[in-house]
């Protein structure tokens, strides 16, 4: 093992620096919108713009990948996440942030697939699923200390988009310098949404609804600290608790779900993040630790969904593990697409509050859907234990050696 991270360690200080940059742009962009008059509403439209600009590039990107190599398609790929990071600092408009945001989702779809393929190229089968434990904590944990670094800017000045812009652009280096030989081309997917859908409807409706609470947590979570009476330092550690939340909770749940029936671990995740978000309505206003608290528990929750539901998916059907991925993904990006439309309207017409009612509302959705199907359908519990997959590409399968159970 010690072997394999020697040689992938290039491509793990890359995501790593790639990922603190995208963390920073996250929380920049909406404090730096919200400062400039915009409404919830705006907000939210250039945030689900970025969600479509990500599926567009998980269909698209493996074609040019597979045109111009990995290197050269990291490095395009870089190039327009920077040039779109530094024109929305430039041009504060929403029509020009729709498209700036569109092309930063889809340079951020190609540039998680080229490390993903790439560590799936050159990482063993028996280690693959230590690589991506690996791998996805370096995910979350960049994107925490991305969140931090908002502390060390002016929300209002440009200070944070250009620290942001020289992270993006510093992960070229270790891509730019790696021994590493290119890897295999990405193959072509082939989308198949019926027959997931038939396979597994809890998979189907809970990542849908999972994206639509976590893209409102991603697009609006500084505005909402914002309007919790948090200040642009304050903001960054209430992202960096969300997702620090969903870093140590996946583990042990996707343990949990290895040794029982995965619609009864969806449905108590969801029936619990439902209670946290119910209790966050009520409480979360009294106090910044309340606040802190609900976040926490709030990320611990619902961010793990989205793997149970590609785990349980793949139990449930035939496809292989990339095709099972694909369609997750896809299902979960237009949840996200969504979800932050709808936050932005409830929190124009009520308070900041209401993200915690709609989580509460969603995640109940998600419970509800997951305990009916299992009445409903009876299926056997023998199923193959799955590494936790990160939410990035469905390129990431690949670094799962599981195949998936009739």
Same mark, same amino acid.
């Given at each position: 093992?010690?072997?394999?991270?020697?040689?992938?360690?290039?491509?793990?200080?890359?995501?790593?620096?790639?990922?603190?940059?995208?963390?920073?742009?996250?929380?920049?962009? &909406?404090?730096?919108?919200?400062?400039?008059?915009?409404? %919830?509403?705006?907000?939210? #439209?250039?945030?689900?713009?970025?969600?479509?600009?990500?599926?567009?590039?998980?269909?698209?990107? &493996?074609?040019?990948?597979?045109?111009?190599?990995?290197?050269?398609?990291?490095?395009?790929?870089?190039?327009?996440?920077?040039?779109?990071?530094?024109?929305?600092?430039?041009?504060?408009?929403?029509?020009?942030?729709?498209?700036?945001? #569109?092309?930063?989702?889809?340079?951020? %779809?190609?540039?998680?697939?080229?490390?993903?393929?790439?560590?799936?190229?050159?990482?063993?089968?028996?280690?693959?699923?230590?690589?991506?434990?690996?791998?996805?904590?370096?995910?979350?944990? !960049?994107?925490?200390? !991305?969140?931090?670094?908002?502390?060390?800017?002016?929300?209002?000045? #440009?200070? #944070?988009?250009?620290?942001?812009?020289?992270?993006?652009?510093? %992960?070229?280096? &270790?891509?730019?310098?790696?021994?590493? &030989?290119?890897?295999?081309?990405?193959?072509?997917?082939?989308?198949?949404?019926?027959?997931?859908?038939?396979?597994?409807?809890?998979?189907?409706?809970?990542?849908?609804?999972?994206?639509?609470?976590?893209?409102?947590?991603?697009?609006?979570?500084?505005?909402?600290?914002?309007?919790?009476?948090?200040?642009?330092?304050?903001?960054?550690?209430?992202?960096?608790?969300?997702?620090?939340?969903?870093?140590?909770?996946?583990?042990?749940?996707?343990?949990?779900?290895?040794?029982? @029936?995965?619609?009864?671990?969806? !449905?108590?995740?969801?029936?619990?993040?439902?209670?946290?978000?119910?209790?966050?309505?009520?409480?979360?206003?009294?106090?910044?630790?309340?606040?802190?608290?609900?976040?926490?528990?709030?990320?611990?929750?619902?961010?793990?969904?989205?793997?149970?539901?590609?785990?349980?998916?793949? @139990?449930?059907?035939?496809?292989?593990?990339?095709?099972?991925?694909?369609?997750?993904?896809?299902?979960?990006?237009?949840?996200?697409?969504?979800?932050?439309?709808?936050? %932005?309207?409830?929190?124009?017409?009520?308070?900041?509050?209401?993200?915690?009612?709609?989580?509460?509302?969603?995640?109940?959705?998600?419970?509800?859907?997951?305990?009916?199907?299992?009445?409903?359908?009876?299926?056997?519990?023998?199923?193959?234990?799955?590494?936790?997959?990160?939410?990035?590409?469905?390129?990431?399968?690949?670094?799962?050696?599981?195949?998936?159970? @009739?």
């Amino acid at each position: 093992m010690l072997g394999t991270l020697t040689r992938i360690t290039t491509l793990l200080v890359a995501a790593s620096i790639l990922l603190a940059g995208h963390g920073l742009q996250l929380i920049a962009l &909406p404090v730096h919108a919200q400062l400039s008059g915009w409404s %919830a509403a705006q907000i939210g #439209l250039t945030g689900s713009f970025y969600f479509l600009g990500f599926i567009a590039g998980c269909v698209l990107n &493996p074609a040019v990948v597979s045109s111009v190599g990995h290197i050269r398609a990291f490095m395009v790929m870089a190039a327009v996440a920077t040039v779109a990071l530094l024109g929305a600092s430039l041009f504060v408009s929403v029509w020009a942030w729709m498209v700036f945001r #569109l092309a930063t989702g889809f340079a951020l %779809a190609g540039l998680y697939m080229v490390i993903e393929s790439w560590l799936s190229d050159v990482s063993p089968r028996r280690q693959r699923g230590s690589v991506l434990a690996i791998y996805t904590m370096i995910c979350l944990l !960049g994107m925490a200390l !991305g969140q931090a670094l908002m502390a060390l800017g002016t929300p209002g000045g #440009l200070e #944070l988009f250009i620290l942001a812009a020289i992270l993006i652009t510093i %992960a070229i280096v &270790p891509i730019g310098l790696t021994k590493l &030989p290119s890897p295999q081309p990405i193959p072509f997917i082939r989308f198949t949404p019926r027959k997931m859908i038939a396979a597994s409807r809890v998979a189907v409706g809970c990542a849908f609804l999972a994206g639509m609470v976590t893209s409102a947590f991603w697009t609006l979570g500084p505005l909402l600290g914002t309007a919790f009476g948090l200040e642009s330092g304050q903001i960054g550690v209430m992202m960096s608790l969300g997702i620090l939340g969903g870093a140590v909770s996946q583990l042990p749940i996707g343990r949990l779900s290895d040794r029982t @029936d995965r619609r009864i671990v969806i !449905g108590c995740v969801a029936s619990i993040g439902a209670i946290v978000a119910a209790v966050g309505f009520v409480f979360a206003s009294t106090s910044h630790g309340a606040f802190y608290t609900s976040i926490f528990l709030l990320g611990a929750t619902m961010m793990p969904i989205y793997a149970l539901c590609i785990a349980h998916a793949s @139990d449930s059907s035939e496809l292989t593990m990339v095709e099972v991925t694909s369609v997750i993904l896809m299902i979960h990006s237009i949840g996200s697409i969504i979800g932050p439309l709808i936050v %932005a309207g409830l929190i124009a017409a009520t308070n900041a509050t209401s993200y915690f009612a709609y989580s509460a509302v969603c995640l109940a959705l998600a419970a509800f859907w997951s305990f009916f199907r299992l009445v409903v359908i009876e299926r056997p519990r023998e199923h193959a234990a799955q590494a936790i997959l990160p939410r990035t590409t469905q390129a990431v399968a690949e670094l799962t050696n599981e195949q998936p159970s @009739d």
